[in-house]
């Protein structure tokens, strides 16, 4: 186990309804990144937060946006569900020290997100 | 053109026998490198790194060359257990995000 754990587990929504999904980084991680990763595909990184701020980004549009929390928690939220937005929502959580070393990104199980 | 291809498989293989994947990457200022394991419905993890120099972990070994823009993981000896998909990822620079390559699946059979 990697120390990392996210919820809900699975998730059913209808378009156009919002959703919060939520992870919990591996103790002294302070980065967390979120990925998309839809079926048969690799995982698409959404976004990225150090220290409660976001430092990166990939191409998804605004209604996805997230938050870092002071103990290195993190939400993920869509608004305006699409059926594409179907997935499985990966977070990973790593450190990020002083000089800009990162050690190994650690994924947590996922949350499965269907949109009907 | 994605920035990491991988040939999808499935790759279809008995045990005991050697495997090869490969994976070519677009960004020629990559500088980390890695191969991922991901299990039917369970998250990546981490196979190993893959450096310039090539690096062995028991029967897998990994390459790298920056020239061809190219990595390869070399499975030996394959296990019924190493059935999985093996994503080809790559990073940018220290910090940024992880690109991964859309998979190459692994069916080992008896």
């Known amino acids: 186990e990697t120390g990392v754990t996210q919820s809900p587990t699975h998730l059913i929504k209808t378009r156009g309804q919002q959703v919060t999904l939520r992870c919990s980084s591996q103790?002294?991680?302070?980065?967390v990144s979120w990925y998309q990763q839809a079926l048969g595909q690799g995982p698409q990184f959404i976004f990225q937060?150090?220290?409660?701020?976001?430092?990166g980004r990939g191409n998804f549009p605004p209604r996805f946006s997230g938050l870092q929390f002071p103990n290195y928690s993190s939400e993920l939220n869509v608004n305006a569900l699409e059926l594409d937005d179907s997935a499985l929502y990966l977070c990973?959580?790593?450190?990020?020290?002083?000089?800009?070393?990162?050690?190994?990104?650690?994924f947590g199980p996922g949350t499965r997100l269907t949109v009907l | 053109r994605k920035e990491v291809e991988q040939d999808p498989g499935p790759f279809n293989v008995p045990e005991g026998a050697t495997v090869a994947f490969n994976c070519t990457y677009s960004?020629?200022?990559?500088?980390?490198f890695f191969w991922y394991r991901q299990d039917c419905r369970k998250e990546p993890k981490l196979l190993m790194s893959?450096?310039?120099s090539g690096n062995e972990d028991g029967r897998f070994t990994a390459q790298l060359n920056r020239a061809s823009q190219y990595i390869s993981l070399l499975i030996r000896d394959s296990k019924l257990s190493d059935s999985a998909t093996y994503l080809c990822?790559?990073?940018?620079?220290?910090?940024?995000?992880?690109?991964f390559g859309g998979g190459t699946r692994l069916m080992v059979k008896p």
């Open positions: 960004n020629s200022a990559s500088q980390s």
């Open positions: 937060y150090y220290r409660e701020e976001e430092n």
């Open positions: 893959v450096y310039s």
């Open positions: 990822v790559v990073e940018a620079r220290a910090g940024n995000m992880l690109t």
């Open positions: 990973a959580s790593r450190t990020l020290d002083s000089g800009g070393a990162l050690d190994t990104q650690y």
């Open positions: 103790s002294g991680h302070n980065t």
